[in-house]
């Protein structure tokens, strides 16, 4: 059985570019939200599905980052109704360079939120063999994995005129280890971010940035449990 990958991103300027590189053709579906608004205009979480190397992969707009966690457990639900359990999650979205240390990051650059040295990253697999349940530590270990052969492997994307890199970096103000794990069962997850400016300057560039790192991330991960 494939497993799934959960991919929710929380708006309509980042959903185009990413169903674009998953599913292009793909007709537009949505789970309903009643929970968050009333029976006659309930809350729609428009939904694509994919196919990449051997994992499903659902990618979900959750229009508003607020509703992300909300969106995350309505795909949950709808997904083990059909017998389908969720392996990882990944979010993506757009930040700011100005919410940065300025120097090597430029607009269209990636930030994810794993670290960036051997030693952090041994620490990080041990924290996760702490806080999260045995069954998907390998699931972590298999997505960090991916992340640091795409780090350490590192081209560059090619989008338009400019060359856009990946980064992986600490968000100081989230640093402990809960703000890396996904709510919904403890299951794991990263934020992979594209930057623009704070005058919202090609910010199509930057969703692009995210979708394809985000593509690449879920091409190196090896199979799921």
């Not at 919904?184 to 400016?197: A, E, M, N, Q, W």
Request: charged share 20%; hydrophobic share 40%; glycine share 4%.
């Amino acid at each position: 059985m494939s497993s799934v990958i959960a991919w929710i991103i929380p708006s309509w300027t980042e959903y185009g570019p990413a169903k674009n590189l998953l599913n292009q053709d793909a007709l537009p579906v949505a789970w309903e939200d009643h929970a968050l608004a009333s029976p006659e205009d309930p809350i729609k979480y428009y939904y694509c599905t994919g196919t990449v190397k051997d994992h499903d992969v659902y990618l979900v707009n959750a229009e508003k980052e607020r509703y992300v966690h909300r969106a995350a457990e309505i795909m949950a639900e709808e997904l083990k109704a059909q017998g389908k359990n969720i392996s990882v999650y990944i979010i993506g979205g757009l930040d700011y360079l100005a919410n940065y240390t300025p120097g090597h990051l430029n607009i269209g650059d990636c930030v994810i939120s794993t670290p960036i040295f051997d030693e952090e990253i041994e620490a990080y697999y041990q924290n996760i063999m702490e806080s999260i349940p045995e069954e998907s530590r390998k699931n972590a270990k298999n997505l960090l994995d991916a992340v640091s052969s795409l780090l350490y492997n590192q081209q560059g994307y090619t989008i338009g005129n400019r060359t856009c890199y990946a980064h992986a970096l600490y968000d100081q103000s989230q640093a402990d280890i809960e703000s890396r794990m996904c709510v919904i069962s403890g299951l794991p997850f990263i934020t992979v971010v594209g930057l623009c400016k704070v005058d919202l300057d090609q910010l199509e560039l930057a969703s692009t940035a995210s979708a394809q790192t985000v593509m690449k991330i879920i091409e190196q991960m090896e199979k799921l449990e």
